[in-house]
C-alpha cells in the first residue's frame, strides 16, 4: 500500500488540491523543493543583481516555465510552456487528476489538444467533437492568461523588476540545495538565488482582475486576465498563479515557432501520450464554435391541470430541440399514486414536437381531494442506449436525467444516469441527487465522479459525496466534499486491487471525512478534516483521531484553510519545525498522545508552505521537546560538518587531519570557569595551521563569533600550533537525516544576522543548522 497522497517533490508532476487561490504560492514551491522560510537571514540584493535577473530573462529569446494557476474558486491548472519573445509558445495544460491537454499559440491564434476528461471539465456538451485533435479553444477555454503576451520574457521581466523594486526581503530559503532569497512585494513573492550570478528561482501572486484582449484569442471580446501585482484584501482576488521561468536558446524558440505555426496551419502533429487524431491537412484547426454537439436533446412540457372527473387526463409534448435525430419513448406518471407509463414517440428530427396523451383513473374519493405530482420526462435510445431501465427508474424517484445533465455529451450519458442510480442504492435521496449533480457541474467534477463510478465494488462513497454535495451552503464546505473526492480518487489510483470506501461527517455541523482503505490483508484509515488557526488544531486533531480504528494504520490529514484579514493565523505559515513546536507544547491536551495513541499513525498538516508530515513521536514524547533535541541536533550537524570536511581535503589531494570528535581546549571553558573548553570542528592542515569551527542552533549563532576568538586564544597559548585561523565556509548547504524520523537538517555558513537584524560580529567559520521536512 503506498503512502497517502501528498504532492510530490519532481516537477512537472505535480499532485493537486483544490485549495483557496492564493495556496498555489505554496504548491508550487513544494514542488520545486521549498523546505520551509526562514525568516533570519534577510539578503537585499542589489538592484543591478536584481536587473541581472531579469535581463537575463528579458532578454532571451524564449522562455521555458513551469506553472500552477488557481482561479479564485479554488480550481487549479498547471504544466510547463515555452514562450518566445515575438508571439508564440507551446505546452501543456494539465488538470488536477485526470484530464492533459497540449496548448500551442501564435500572434494569430491558439490551438489546444485534449483529451475526454480535459474536455469534460471545460465543454461537457461536444466532448466528442473536441477531444483528441486539435481544435481553436474560446478565449480563457484553455488558459485563463494570453500566454504569449502575459507570459512573453519581456512581461515576465518586467513583473521580477516590479516586485523587487516595490517589495521587502522576508527571508531565505532552499530550493533544490541552492540558498534564495525570498522578497515580497504585497502578496506576490520573488525567489532569487543568492550565489551570482543571481538568477530567478520562482514568482508567485494573485493576478489583478482587469481584463485585456489578447493577440491570441480567437474571438472578440475575450476578458483573459493579465499579470499584474496585487494586494489581496480579505480573500483572494482574480486568482493566482505561480511561475518558475528559466531563459531558452534560440534553437528551443525556432522549434517552439515552427510547432506552433505548423499546427495553425493544420500540419501539427499527436501530442506525446495523446490519443491519434484524424489526419487535417492543410486545414487551420476547427474553432470550439464550430463544433456544436451532433446529438438529440429531447425536452418535454407538461400540459396537465386539476381534475374532479373519474378519469384523469393530461398530457405531455415532447421537442428535439438538438441537431441529430433522435427516436424514444415519452413517460409520465402521478407521485405517489401511479408510476412512470410509456408512450412511444417515434423518431423525431431536430425542431419536431410530438404530443403524447396520459390518462387514469382519479384516485380521489369522493368528496375528497388528493394531491399528486405528476412528472415527465422522455427516453432518447440515441441518448440513454438501448435499456430504458436506468431512466425509468431515475424517473420514478423523480430524478429527470435530461435535466441533472443538461449538458452532457451523448457518451458520457449512460455513465453519468449509471452513477445517479449508485447514489440512489447507497442511500442519497432523490432531491440530494439532483442538488448534487448541480455542483457536479459548477465545480467541474465531471471526470472525478465518472471515475469514481467506474471503480465499481472497489469503491463506495458516491452517496455519501452526493449527500455532502447537496448539504454544502457555502463554497468551503463544498469545497471540503470535493478535496474529499479528490483525495478517494487518488487512493483509488494508488490501490490496484484495494477498496477504498469514503464516509462523511457523522453531523451536519461536521468537517471529517473518513476514508478506508483496504489492500489485501492490510487496512488503512485515512480522517480528513480542516482547521484555520493554531487555537483549534488540538481540538480538530481530536476529534479526527477519536474517528480512527486500532485495527488500521491511521493517518490524520488537516488541511489549514487560511484565515484572512483580522483573522489571520500563523498555522497557515508554519514549516514542520514550528509545527512540530506548537504540538509538543500542547501535547498534554492531545488524546494521540495518551491511552496509546488512539489509532494515530500519521498527522499530515497541508498548509501553504505544503504538506508535513509527523509522527506522535514527534511531539508526544519527552523527547521530542524541542528544548531537548537541541544537543542530538547539534551533534548531528556537528558530524555533517566534519564528514565534508573530510570530503574537501581528500579532493584537494593535500595532507592533513579533521577532528573525528570535539577538540579540548586546555582551560577554555566559554564560561571563564578554568575547565577546558571545546571546539565542534577542526583541521590540522600540513603546515601546521589549525582551522576551527563552531556549529550553532540559528538562534545562537551570533554567540559564535566571540567563543572562536577565545578558543584561539587558548589554542595560541599551547604553542602546539603554527598558527590557529578561523576555518574556510562550506559555501554549499548540507542535508542530514535529523533526529525525528520526519525532519532533515539544513547546515550551512551564517551570515551574520540575528532575528533578521545585522550584528556586527564575523560570521567566517560558524556553521548554523536548523529542522525541516
Known sequence: MPPPPARPADPPSIRLTRW??????????????????????????TAQLVAGAADLLGTAPALRLRYLYADPSGEEVSGAFTVTADGFASGTVEDPGPGTSSLVATPDGSAVYGDADWWLRRAPDRVSRVQDHWVQPDAAEAFPLDVPSALSPAAVADLVRAVSRDGDVVGDTIVDGVAVSVIASGDWELQLTRDAPVRVVSLAGPIESGGLHPSAATGPGAA???????????????????????????????????????????????????????????????????????????????????????????????TNTGNAPGTG????????????????????????SVTSVFSAANPAPPGGTINVTVIAGAFCQELYGADSKPYERLLGKGVDPAKAVPSL?????????????????????????????????????????????SAG????????????????????EAMRVVDAIDFARDLLDRSPGGKVSLTAPKDANGKEWTADVTSGEDAYRYILTTATTAAELVTVLNDAT??????????????????????????????????QSLLHQKNGGINACRDGGGGLDTLIISNRLGDHSLTPADFCTPESDPAKLKTPRHNKARDRVTEFLKERLKLSGRS??????????PSGSKNGTGNNGYVDDWMLDENGVLHIWEVK????????????????????????????????????VLVEPGVLPSETLEIKDWDGTRSGNPTGEDPLAVIVYRPVQ
Open 20 to 45: 483557496h487561490a492564493l495556496a498555489v504560492v505554496a504548491v508550487l514551491l513544494a514542488c520545486t523543493g521549498l523546505t520551509g522560510l526562514i525568516a533570519w537571514q534577510p539578503w537585499r540584493p
Open 224 to 318: 483573459i486576465v493579465p499579470i499584474g501585482l496585487k494586494h489581496a484584501q480579505d480573500a483572494p482576488g482574480g486568482g493566482s498563479i505561480a511561475l518558475t521561468p528559466e531563459p531558452s536558446d534560440e534553437n528551443n524558440a525556432a522549434r517552439t515557432r515552427a510547432d506552433s505555426s505548423d499546427t495553425m496551419r493544420g500540419k501539427g502533429t499527436t501530442p506525446p501520450g495523446m490519443a491519434a487524431s484524424p489526419a487535417q491537412p492543410g486545414e487551420a484547426p476547427p474553432k470550439t464554435a464550430e463544433l456544436p454537439p451532433q446529438q438529440p436533446r429531447f425536452e418535454t412540457e407538461l400540459n396537465a391541470s386539476d381534475c374532479d372527473t373519474p378519469t384523469c387526463s393530461w398530457s405531455v409534448t415532447t
Open 329 to 352: 419513448t415519452a413517460y409520465s406518471g402521478a407521485i405517489p399514486v401511479m408510476p412512470p407509463i410509456s408512450r412511444p414517440i417515434g423518431r423525431l428530427e431536430p425542431g419536431a
Open 409 to 453: 455529451d451523448k457518451a458520457f450519458i449512460p455513465a453519468a444516469v449509471a452513477a445517479m442510480n449508485r447514489m440512489l442504492d447507497e442511500g442519497a435521496d432523490p432531491a440530494a441527487v439532483k442538488d448534487a449533480m448541480a455542483k457536479v457541474d459548477e465545480y467541474h467534477l465531471q471526470p472525478a465522479l465518472l471515475h469514481l463510478n
Open 457 to 476: 465494488d472497489a469503491f463506495h462513497g458516491l452517496g455519501a459525496t452526493t449527500q455532502g454535495l447537496a448539504a454544502a451552503r457555502t463554497h468551503e
Open 546 to 579: 477519536a474517528l480512527l480504528s486500532p485495527d488500521a494504520n491511521g493517518t490524520v490529514r488537516i488541511r489549514v484553510e487560511r484565515a484572512w484579514g483580522e483573522h489571520a493565523d500563523s498555522l497557515w505559515n508554519e514549516d514542520v519545525a514550528g509545527l
Open 656 to 665: 592533513g587531519t579533521v577532528g573525528e570528535r570535539e577538540l579540548i581546549v
Open 697 to 732: 542552533s540559528r538562534d545562537e549563532a551570533y554567540k559564535a563569533p566571540g567563543e572562536l576568538q577565545w578558543y584561539r586564544q587558548k589554542l595560541l597559548e599551547t604553542g602546539e600550533y603554527a598558527d590557529v585561523v578561523l576555518g574556510f565556509p562550506l559555501g554549499e
